[in-house]
């Protein structure tokens, strides 16, 4: 019998937390995270674009840094989040605690090889998978939103997501058509629309607004 998807909802015919997609999308994630944090050192400095246009006169004055991105590089930032959840399959596989020593991208590092090495135990059953991979998603593209912008066209926005969390909580996020292509694609939470579900998808578009 099927079960679901616990990150992107589909059905999954192997009856596992993730199915193969999302899985393949989490460890890939996982995978780029050092390299991002690394990378986002050198956007630490707050633009210098900010507040161009206006007088400087009775204004807070500019942060040192970039918050965003200090929030990612500080405490409580990537390293900690992704430590965290290696923490937590250790305690739910009933091994000791991870060994996580050294500075923020030595244990990001550490961390990210662990989560690696549990995947098949994650993706098989673990409760908690949809939860690690939609918040390594949104790690994800914090950092690459800063490091790696998309210069290509986003394509036509069609409205909000209206796929439902396990919750009963709606997606929301902003759904676009890209450019040449049929089926639309929530990056978000993974649900796909192609053209034969697009009457329903104004339907509860719309359902969803008069909500």
Avoid: F
């Avoid at 990612?72 to 000791?96: C, E, K, N, Q």
């Avoid at 209206?162 to 292509?181: K, Q, S």
């Amino acid at each position: 019998m099927d079960t679901t998807c616990t990150h992107c909802e589909t059905p999954d015919p192997t009856g596992s937390a993730l199915c193969i997609p999302c899985t393949t999308r989490l460890a890939d994630q996982l995978q780029q995270l050092p390299r991002l944090y690394e990378a986002l050192a050198a956007h630490l400095a707050p633009s210098m674009a900010t507040g161009q246009g206006r007088g400087g006169k009775g204004g807070p004055a500019p942060l040192p840094v970039n918050g965003h991105v200090l929030g990612l590089r500080g405490p409580g930032g990537m390293a900690d989040v992704v430590s965290d959840w290696l923490t937590a399959v250790h305690r739910d596989r009933h091994l000791p605690a991870p060994r996580l020593a050294g500075d923020a991208l030595t244990r990001l590092h550490t961390a990210v090889a662990g989560l690696l090495a549990h995947m098949p135990w994650i993706a098989t059953g673990w409760p908690a998978a949809g939860d690690l991979a939609h918040e390594i998603a949104d790690l994800h593209r914090s950092a690459t939103t800063v490091v790696d912008p998309d210069p290509r066209p986003r394509g036509r926005r069609i409205g909000h997501c209206p796929a439902a969390h396990t919750d009963g909580t709606r997606c929301g996020a902003v759904l676009r058509l890209p450019v040449g292509e049929t089926v639309a694609r929530c990056d978000w939470c993974g649900t796909t629309w192609p053209p034969a579900t697009w009457t329903q998808l104004k339907a509860w578009q719309t359902e969803d607004a008069a909500a």
